[in-house]
């Protein structure tokens, strides 16, 4: 029978590689385990390019020093991390590496001390750890595996024995997380964690081999492109009305019909507008009728558009220019969604979002790229900030993270954005923009589940308030409406709706007239978004 006391830096290489390899070949396993219906940048598909990026640092190695190997690992998958679970993996890898140091070889207390740092680096870097997730599989795992490597000499014995554990740990999870026993399922990070370490078990113990060409094409890329096509309202104005003698509510309702993209937010007697219209004059007129006007700027959209990618001669331009005080950082998808982050000075936009979590690297590439004494970075998805905290913590800028969880709070956050405030300022003001709005969307389940007692069936509407489902059904529009029904309330002050790229605007006008009808004294603003899954995604104010 083989019996295995010591691994070497040539069979780590494999084993590293060999997990990667076993979870791209089961990622689909892993996403089906997701509780929450939609569709997002998936557990099994995150942990796997996560691991592609580390293979690759491996692979780039001419040497088998199990220190370098593991720092390759630990570097590649911090780099590739995307989404809560990559970054967690890359974490338990950093934790890893940090027990590897100084090894010629490994045994079993070797192993079992490195399973112990991986934990606990792993706990370390979530702020509110919780129980039932993948870091409750790898700290069993490493709590066996020191129990173990007082006794066990086999490290193939070692690691079945280590597995076992883990699995029955798995099994556990819908007893410490009511959400993952109400869909009866088991926690997706954990059982793509015990993937990883079963492929390498298989390929220790000679069942399977290695095959390291693990290839992903679909990458999320950052874009500086604008694909505008026939643009409806080509100005863009802005302006702010000082003193002004009537409600940011009223003005709204005199400039509505003369463009689209509209923001006006009052303060006070200071009202601060955006509109894309093809009569800026008119709708300047309408503001001097009730106050003074500051800081107007009105831009030529269709002109934008004829030279808004960045060649190289742009780049050298761009490397000339002096620093500024602030560069901001979103990441966004969809055209028209993309048009409003911009119009709103965002400097860079990450084309990603849900199904395409940008990586850490994606998001490095972002902030270097930009001259700026301050950074700011709005994920605007739940499953983003953690990558863009790992971003905070190896760059060298000064960089502030607005915990914006989805759009609406991306177009709160923003308008709140004063560049005469220090960091420190806007972000503890951007972030307290976010009380203030309630967010809501609308897209079809992937999968069957119940979630909040409610049973949800694959292609079912789902309408998701504050990231709960409050509403389930066949009809778009219904639960369209059920959902912002609920999300409206007495001190309600304006709707704002992103249609998406699978609504036509007659159906997206439906709805608002269906609202209207419904519910008095709402004040609504359709805007399109152009976002694909989404059809509708909702921000109260």
């Not at 290489?13 to 089906?32: D, M, P, R, T």
């Not at 490290?155 to 997380?177: A, C, D, R, W, Y």
């Amino acid at each position: 029978m083989l019996n295995i006391t010591y691994i070497d830096g040539a069979m780590l290489k494999k084993l590293l590689i060999a997990g990667a390899k076993a979870l791209e070949n089961n990622k689909e396993q892993v996403n089906a385990l997701n509780v929450f219906p939609v569709p997002d940048g998936d557990t099994g598909t995150n942990m796997s390019l996560t691991l592609s990026s580390a293979s690759k640092e491996i692979l780039k190695m001419n040497n088998d020093n199990i220190e370098d190997i593991a720092t390759s690992a630990s570097k590649g998958s911090l780099m590739g991390a995307r989404g809560n679970s990559g970054v967690i993996l890359s974490q338990l890898f950093r934790g890893f590496a940090k027990g590897l140091r100084g090894k010629d070889k490994l045994g079993i207390k070797d192993i079992a001390q490195a399973f112990g740092l991986a934990s606990d680096t792993a706990y370390k870097a979530v702020m509110k750890p919780i129980e039932g997730t993948i870091l409750t599989v790898a700290r069993e795992c490493a709590e066996k595996a020191i129990e173990l490597s007082e006794n066990e000499s086999d490290i193939i014995v070692f690691l079945e024995k280590v597995l076992s554990h883990g699995e029955m740990v798995l099994q556990k999870t819908p007893e410490m997380l009511d959400v993952l026993k109400q869909a009866g399922v088991v926690d997706a990070g954990g059982k793509g964690l015990l993937i990883i370490l079963k492929g390498a078990y298989n390929v220790l113990i000679g069942k399977e081999d290695v095959d390291i060409n693990i290839v992903h094409d679909n990458t999320p890329k950052q874009t500086h492109e604008i694909v505008t096509g026939d643009i409806k309202f080509g100005y863009c104005t802005e302006f702010i009305i000082n003193n002004a003698k009537d409600s940011s509510e009223n003005f709204r309702k005199q400039i509505v019909k003369y463009g689209d993209s509209i923001i006006v937010i009052g303060d006070g007697d200071i009202i601060k507008t955006h509109i894309h219209t093809n009569e800026p004059g008119t709708v300047l007129q309408k503001a001097l009728s009730i106050g003074e006007l500051m800081d107007i700027k009105i831009e030529n959209m269709r002109l934008q558009h004829k030279n808004v990618l960045f060649n190289e001669e742009d780049k050298k331009e761009n490397d000339s220019q002096e620093m500024k005080k602030y560069g901001i950082i979103a990441v966004v998808r969809g055209k028209g969604v993309e048009d409003v982050f911009r119009d709103l000075n965002v400097d860079y936009i990450i084309e990603g979002g849900q199904t395409m979590n940008p990586s850490t690297e994606d998001i490095l590439k972002a902030v270097d790229s930009l001259k700026a004494e301050n950074i700011i970075i709005l994920p605007n998805n739940g499953n983003i900030i953690l990558t863009a905290q790992q971003v905070q913590k190896i760059s060298e800028k000064n960089i502030g993270i607005i915990p914006t969880k989805n759009i609406p709070q991306g177009v709160g956050a923003l308008i709140s954005f004063d560049s005469d405030l220090d960091l420190d300022e806007n972000i503890e003001c951007m972030t307290e923009a976010l009380e203030d709005i309630k967010s809501g969307e609308v897209t079809t389940a992937v999968r069957d589940t119940v979630i909040n007692d409610i049973e949800i069936k694959e292609g079912d509407i789902i309408g998701i308030y504050d990231g709960s489902i409050v509403k389930a059904g066949k009809d778009l529009e219904n639960t369209s409406f059920e959902m912002i029904s609920q999300m409206i309330d007495e001190d309600t002050d304006i709707v704002t709706i992103f249609y998406g790229e699978d609504v036509t605007l007659e159906d997206a006008q439906q709805l608002v007239s269906k609202i209207k009808s419904e519910i008095d004294d709402c004040d609504i603003e359709l805007v399109y978004g152009g976002q694909p899954l989404y059809y509708y995604l909702v921000s109260v104010e």
